[in-house]
C-alpha cells in the first residue's frame, strides 16, 4: 500500500511537470500564432472594406465594427483551437523528450505509471526518481521562449495601414447619415 501511495505521488509529480510545460507550449504557440490570427480578421475586413467600395451599402463604422468582430472571432477561435485540443499525457511527454533532451526519461516513467512498461519496483522507483529529478531541473522559460516572427507583425501592420487608408478616404458608396436613420 506504501508502494502505491508512493507512486501516485510520484504520478502527480510528473503529470505536474508535464501538464505545466504542455500549458507552456500553448501560450508559445499562442503568441507566435497572435499576428497571423489578427491578420487574418482584419485581412477579412479589407474585404468588407473594398465591398463597400464597390457597392456593398456600408458606412466606416459597420466596417470598423466588422473589423472588430473578425479580430476577435479569429482571435477566440485560435485560442480555442490550442486549449480545447490538446495532446494526451504520453505525446506531450514523448515530444518533451525530444524537445529538452530528456533521453526518453519522462515518457518511459508515464509508461510505467500507466502499467505499460512491468519492470522490479525497485528498478521501476529508481527510474520514476531519475526522471523527476532530471526534469525538475528543466528550465522551461529558457527552452521555451515566447517569441513572434518579427515579418508576421510586418504583415499585420501592412494590412492595418491598407484598411485605414480604405476607411479614411470618402466612400461614395456609403449610405450618408439620413439614409442610415431611415
Given at each position: 500500500m506504501a508502494t502505491s501511495a508512493f507512486s501516485t505521488d510520484k504520478r502527480t509529480q510528473i503529470e505536474a511537470l508535464i501538464l505545466s510545460w504542455e500549458s507552456r507550449r500553448r501560450w508559445q504557440r499562442f503568441v507566435l500564432w497572435l499576428p497571423l490570427a489578427m491578420s487574418g480578421g482584419l485581412g477579412l475586413s479589407l474585404l468588407v472594406a473594398?465591398?463597400?467600395?464597390?457597392?456593398l451599402p456600408l458606412d466606416a463604422r459597420a466596417v470598423i465594427m466588422?473589423?472588430?468582430?473578425?479580430?476577435?472571432?479569429?482571435?477566440?477561435?485560435?485560442?480555442?483551437?490550442l486549449w480545447i485540443f490538446?495532446?494526451?499525457?504520453?505525446?506531450?511527454?514523448?515530444?518533451?523528450?525530444?524537445r529538452f533532451g530528456l533521453r526518453e526519461r519522462v515518457s518511459t516513467a508515464v509508461e510505467l505509471l500507466d502499467g505499460r512498461i512491468s519492470s522490479q519496483p525497485a528498478i521501476a522507483s529508481a527510474q520514476l526518481?531519475?526522471?523527476?529529478h532530471i526534469a525538475q531541473?528543466?528550465?522551461v522559460r529558457a527552452e521555451m521562449?515566447?517569441?513572434?516572427r518579427?515579418?508576421?507583425?510586418?504583415?499585420?501592420?501592412?494590412?492595418?495601414?491598407a484598411l485605414?487608408?480604405?476607411?479614411?478616404?470618402?466612400n461614395a458608396n456609403a449610405p450618408s447619415a439620413a439614409d442610415l436613420a431611415a
Open positions: 473594398l465591398a463597400s467600395r464597390f457597392g466588422a473589423t472588430g468582430l473578425a479580430v476577435l472571432l479569429a482571435l477566440l477561435s485560435m485560442a480555442g483551437w490538446g495532446r494526451s499525457l504520453e505525446r506531450a511527454a514523448r515530444d518533451f523528450d525530444l526518481d531519475d526522471a523527476l531541473g528543466v528550465d521562449r515566447l517569441r513572434s518579427y515579418r508576421d507583425w510586418v504583415l499585420l501592420l501592412i494590412l492595418l495601414v485605414s487608408v480604405l476607411l479614411l478616404l470618402p
